[in-house]
């Protein structure tokens, strides 16, 4: 029996799953309040590790008067939807070592196994993907510029310096590199007739397995069941084509060709596509779930683009140079573009970027390790729940802990979650 679950487990890997789901303006989307005719809220996470220039992470002002520090300076024309934010922390991020236990808790504020062991916490994008993935292709796109790194550093694994989303305390989410198979994923359909079958038969046998192994074994065997179960409504999801609800995206089709197979060898293109193509989810509504990791903490990436090629990013951080400023600039480019591309995109009465909200974070403030105050900028309009142009510095504040911030994010997709981490609350002043 086990032996028959392994071969049909070697099938899993040829299920795929293709759909354009049509939005209909005249039905509210599910997950919103019936009276609200609006495009759902897309939330998008982009993480550059190793932290930023020391000197030049600032923002002072308001509205069109706000000031920005050297590194922000891409965001100058989107700074009325920029929101800076400045003081939160995260508590578990200090109890460990530095990188990996900076990082891999960075999006759940869940304290982390060491001496190599992987447990962590389930991530807030994921649980926002977990509540409404179900009416998208795609509950969730976790996209990377830099592949995971499976070693070990001061008794934490690296695998948590390469993963910001995770699914389960014990699963990061899988990271696609490729941006070709980004692609295949949103827009290709590889889903072949008797998959549904495969699956059935699958859960059926597993089941019966379950009652005679042990109870450690069972555990290993509720966690491969529940992807099996992923994969079912991933399948169930494709055969309801037509049966969703909301409003109508802007494109029902990819606007741009696959990108060709492999890694690009220049950063800058890496980046770019990986950025178009988080743009084209969210317009054709793939997915509303997506987060860009444009490097791991503890990064190995150079930079020739930039004539830039002397030295690692990680050694790199350590200097507050002029080159160092120069990687933190390309670094917010990427947000930037992402920021315009979305702000030129109408839905109603609002734009894309108005319907979304977009995390840039770091797991440390600066190459010098201090995560005592995490840098946060938060871009766009949440569906009209978030008012930017402003900073707000929490510096000082006894309840600075930055899953408040996760649970706003949470609550501005229709997802009631009253903790989350180390917080009791969301921040009020979001929206004020």
Avoid at 167 to 194: C, I, K, M
Avoid at 220 to 237: C, F, G, H, Q, T
Avoid at 379 to 391: C, F, P, S, Y
């Amino acid at each position: 029996m086990l032996h028959a679950i392994q071969n049909r487990r070697r099938l899993l890997g040829t299920l795929g799953i293709s759909i354009s789901l049509p939005w209909l303006e005249s039905m509210a989307c599910l997950g919103q309040n019936s009276d609200n005719q609006n495009a759902p809220v897309r939330t998008a996470v982009l993480f550059a590790g190793n932290g930023f220039h020391s000197r030049q992470w600032w923002a002072k002002g308001s509205g069109d008067q706000m000031e920005l520090g050297a590194v922000l300076h891409p965001l100058t024309k989107l700074k009325t939807q920029l929101l800076f934010i400045q003081g939160l922390f995260n508590a578990e991020a200090l109890k460990g070592n530095i990188h990996s236990s900076q990082t891999g808790n960075l999006l759940s504020g869940a304290p982390l196994a060491s001496g190599g062991e992987i447990h962590s916490g389930t991530s807030f994008d994921q649980l926002i993907a977990q509540s409404s993935g179900q009416q998208t292709k795609v509950p969730s796109l976790v996209l990377g510029c830099e592949k995971a790194n499976p070693s070990v550093h001061k008794n934490y694994s690296m695998l948590y310096s390469s993963h910001i989303s995770w699914s389960s305390p014990t699963s990061p989410t899988p990271l696609e590199v490729y941006p070709a198979l980004a692609f295949d994923r949103l827009f290709t359909d590889g889903r072949q007739r008797g998959d549904q079958s495969i699956l059935d038969a699958i859960i059926e046998e597993a089941a019966d397995l379950e009652r005679q192994v042990s109870v450690q074994d069972r555990r290993k065997l509720e966690e491969y069941l529940a992807a099996i179960r992923d994969v079912e409504v991933r399948l169930s999801n494709a055969n309801r084509r037509g049966e969703f609800q909301g409003f109508r995206p802007t494109l029902k089709e990819p606007n741009i060709e696959r990108p060709a197979d492999g890694v690009p060898q220049d950063i800058g293109e890496h980046m770019r596509l990986m950025c178009d193509l988080l743009v084209l989810a969210f317009q054709t509504d793939s997915t509303r779930v997506c987060t860009l990791k444009l490097n791991n903490d503890h990064s190995s990436l150079r930079f020739p683009n930039l004539g830039v090629d002397y030295m690692i990013h990680h050694l790199l951080s350590h200097s507050d140079s002029d080159d160092w400023l120069k990687v933190n600039q390309f670094f917010v480019e990427q947000l930037a573009y992402i920021g315009h591309r979305l702000a030129a995109i109408q839905e109603g009465e609002r734009s894309l970027l108005d319907n979304s909200q977009i995390l840039f974070c770091s797991s440390m403030l600066n190459g010098n390790h201090d995560a005592t105050r995490l840098p946060v900028v938060l871009l766009g309009g949440g569906g009209g729940r978030i008012r930017g142009g402003r900073v707000l510095d929490y510096s000082n504040s006894a309840d600075r802990q930055m899953c408040r911030l996760y649970l706003n994010l949470m609550h501005n997709t229709g997802l009631d979650m009253q903790t989350f981490g180390d917080a009791t609350q969301a921040l009020p002043e979001l929206s004020s």
